[in-house]
């Protein structure tokens, strides 16, 4: 909570000056959580009820943004954003102060630039179609990397010429740090003499309006010494390709897409295709979202499904309370979890149900 208390002396200091500085500077957050009970939690296929610790139906945080008008169109902007989890109240994203953003812009017609740590093109584009979003139980559980994907010492640029979308990042070193889950996998880069020490670079070319959307990426990461995931050296690589697709029919949204990926670790070669369908309907003050997500592993019987339902029920415009259920089923020695950084053993299915509230400010 140290780091909290920080951001918030940061957040006053930063509002003392707005006058002076003609900034409009904004402080934000949302506060979700709740109480989830999973099967098969272990290895004896013992059940366990608890409160999540990444997110519930969407991840907690507090953030500070502020811009300010340059003149002829330009606009100078920044983002300061801490992820925190709700069962325990310690700092999320590997401890970092301000985990999910951190960084600095200029926007304009020709769209923005940005500098830090930032989300990148693999999120940008499948939170379009992705009708879940980081909940619990959701396709996020069997690639932990979509929620998480951002980026440290990054350059980063996103524009929309009439519908058609551009979006790239560059990152000199995709991750520095070294604990804390899913967002922290250890590689700092920025080596002299070894350019690919944990480069990254993701694009996204696309298409978007009211009615529907399209869009594909690609997101190549490069490993060195010490980074987890298998990427042990710079010459290891983690791929992923996406096309994701968007269909307002009334009211309700429809979303689909496949992500291939391609690792090529110290362990050697792993394929995987993952394909999801979900829809959204709002029903006066009630949604109701639903998604099908299948992960089929090649050369092997490591495959993975997901059936998840969640109704939410608006209180406000803040405010909400909703109800969740899921399955995740496992084949041959997949262990993939039902909820987000939870645990089942290989070959095990689970069930899960979550009750939760969630406040936005």
């Given at each position: 909570?140290?780091?909290?208390?920080?951001?918030?002396?940061?957040?006053?200091?930063?509002?003392?000056?707005?006058?002076?500085?003609?900034?409009?500077?904004?402080?934000?957050?949302?506060?979700?959580?709740?109480?989830?009970?999973?099967?098969?939690?272990?290895?004896?296929?013992?059940?366990?009820?608890?409160?999540?610790?990444?997110?519930?139906?969407?991840?907690?945080?507090?953030?500070?943004?502020?811009?300010?008008?340059?003149?002829?169109?330009?606009?100078?902007?920044?983002?300061?954003?801490?992820?925190?989890?709700?069962?325990?109240?310690?700092?999320?994203?590997?401890?970092?102060?301000?985990?999910?953003?951190?960084?600095?812009?200029?926007?304009?017609?020709?769209?923005?630039?940005?500098?830090?740590?930032?989300?990148?093109?693999?999120?940008?584009?499948?939170?379009?179609?992705?009708?879940?979003?980081?909940?619990?139980?959701?396709?996020?559980?069997?690639?932990?990397?979509?929620?998480?994907?951002?980026?440290?010492?990054?350059?980063?640029?996103?524009?929309?010429?009439n519908g058609v979308v551009l979006g790239a990042t560059y990152s000199?070193?995709?991750?520095?740090?070294?604990?804390?889950?899913?967002?922290?996998?250890?590689?700092?880069?920025?080596?002299?003499?070894?350019?690919?020490?944990?480069?990254?670079?993701?694009?996204?070319?696309?298409?978007?309006?009211?009615?529907?959307?399209?869009?594909?990426?690609?997101?190549?990461?490069?490993?060195?010494?010490?980074?987890?995931?298998?990427?042990?050296?710079?010459?290891?690589?983690?791929?992923?390709?996406?096309?994701?697709?968007?269909?307002?029919?009334?009211?309700?949204?429809?979303?689909?897409?496949?992500?291939?990926?391609?690792?090529?670790?110290?362990?050697?070669?792993?394929?995987?295709?993952?394909?999801?369908?979900?829809?959204?309907?709002?029903?006066?003050?009630?949604?109701?979202?639903?998604?099908?997500?299948?992960?089929?592993?090649?050369?092997?019987?490591?495959?993975?499904?997901?059936?998840?339902?969640?109704?939410?029920?608006?209180?406000?415009?803040?405010?909400?309370?909703?109800?969740?259920?899921?399955?995740?089923?496992?084949?041959?020695?997949?262990?993939?979890?039902?909820?987000?950084?939870?645990?089942?053993?290989?070959?095990?299915?689970?069930?899960?149900?979550?009750?939760?509230?969630?406040?936005?400010?």
């Open positions: 909570m140290k780091s909290i208390h920080v951001a918030l002396a940061l957040a006053s200091s930063v509002a003392a000056c707005t006058a002076a500085a003609q900034t409009s500077v904004q402080i934000y957050g949302l506060v979700d959580s709740g109480l989830a009970h999973i099967t098969n939690a272990d290895a004896n296929g013992n059940s366990v009820t608890k409160v999540p610790s990444l997110t519930g139906s969407l991840p907690s945080r507090i953030g500070f943004r502020g811009s300010e008008d340059l003149g002829n169109g330009l606009q100078a902007f920044f983002v300061l954003e801490n992820g925190l989890s709700m069962d325990t109240g310690a700092v999320g994203q590997g401890g970092r102060l301000f985990g999910r953003a951190a960084h600095v812009g200029l926007k304009g017609s020709w769209g923005t630039f940005t500098i830090g740590r930032q989300n990148n093109m693999t999120y940008l584009a499948a939170i379009k179609s992705d009708v879940m979003g980081p909940h619990l139980f959701s396709m996020s559980s069997i690639d932990l990397y979509i929620p998480n994907a951002r980026s440290d010492n990054a350059l980063g640029y996103l524009g929309n010429f000199f070193g995709r991750d520095g740090a070294s604990a804390g889950g899913p967002a922290a996998t250890s590689c700092p880069g920025e080596v002299a003499g070894n350019a690919k020490a944990c480069r990254q670079y993701t694009a996204l070319l696309g298409y978007e309006s009211k009615a529907w959307g399209l869009n594909a990426t690609y997101d190549r990461m490069y490993g060195n010494t010490g980074a987890a995931g298998g990427l042990a050296s710079s010459d290891n690589t983690d791929i992923r390709s996406t096309v994701n697709a968007w269909l307002m029919l009334g009211a309700t949204k429809v979303g689909a897409g496949l992500m291939d990926r391609e690792t090529n670790a110290v362990t050697g070669l792993a394929e995987s295709v993952m394909v999801y369908v979900g829809a959204s309907h709002p029903i006066g003050a009630l949604t109701l979202d639903a998604q099908v997500a299948k992960r089929n592993a090649r050369r092997s019987r490591d495959d993975v499904t997901l059936y998840v339902a969640r109704l939410t029920y608006a209180l406000s415009k803040r405010t909400a309370v909703y109800a969740s259920i899921g399955r995740m089923d496992n084949d041959g020695a997949s262990a993939v979890a039902l909820d987000a950084g939870g645990t089942v053993a290989p070959g095990m299915s689970q069930n899960g149900v979550i009750l939760g509230m969630r406040h936005g400010f």
